[in-house]
């Protein structure tokens, strides 16, 4: 089975500056997707930023970026410039090539921008 | 688009009474999926639908929950009887077959048990 583990359960960082989420999984497939998640105090569940496994280059929105080592089955998240709407907490999920249609969810990082 | 829909956005009930949270997935989306999310485990996929047919149900806990999908366009998930361990947030999401393989997200329901 899939896990999707985020080491570190809270963050915090300045307005203004850049912050690096880390998110590791395991999997046994070659083909797959990656997401970042963020939910704000408002609960509301809202895509960040998605990569597909066969794709070498890091995906890239506006000021959210990935760093996707593949072989190292590791999946981070850098947010630049960081805002105080940035604060919110951010889930790292993992979903198999289409015929398996499951998000497996990490805990999440709760981050905090600070002004 | 109106994007997921999700009602009640909060409910408050006591132990033992039947519960019954609803989804409208975005029109036209194929698969229509049922996460549970509480402090201790997380976010929790419970069942999803494809074409209105049940794919994955392993993450029902137990014979208490039920969901169901009539049409295209509106799911339920009911929990009789209800019991305290049941409060949490649960959120329905929704994917689109050909597209990316993005799942969009209503806004939850949170259910408070007493």
Not at chain 1, 43 to 69: D, G, H, P, W
């Amino acid at each position: 089975a899939q896990t999707v583990t985020q080491s570190q359960p809270e963050m915090s960082v300045q307005e203004a500056e850049t912050v690096t989420l880390s998110c590791t999984y395991d999997t046994s497939e070659n083909n797959y997707y990656l997401f970042w998640y963020k939910q704000p105090p408002s609960r509301q569940m809202i895509l960040v930023i998605r990569q597909e496994a066969y794709k070498q280059q890091n995906a890239t929105e506006n000021r959210f970026s990935v760093n996707f080592q593949k072989a190292a089955k590791s999946f981070s998240l850098k947010i630049s410039d960081s805002q105080l709407g940035d604060t919110a907490m951010y889930f790292c999920a993992f979903m198999k090539q289409r015929g398996s249609e499951k998000l497996v969810f990490g805990k999440g990082t709760k981050l905090t921008v600070n002004p | 688009d109106a994007g997921v829909i999700q009602s009640p956005r909060h409910e408050v009930t006591e132990m033992g009474q039947e519960v019954t949270l609803r989804c409208k997935p975005i029109s036209g989306h194929d698969y229509l999926f049922w996460y549970r999310q509480t402090m201790m485990r997380g976010l929790e996929l419970l069942i999803y639908f494809n074409n209105n047919v049940p794919i994955d149900d392993s993450g029902m806990p137990e014979d208490r929950f039920s969901a169901k999908m009539p049409n295209a366009s509106f799911s339920t998930l009911k929990i009789q009887p209800s019991e305290p361990r049941d409060s949490a947030v649960y959120f329905c999401a929704s994917s689109l077959a050909r597209g990316p393989e993005t799942q969009y997200f209503g806004p939850g329901t949170r259910l408070l048990v007493l």
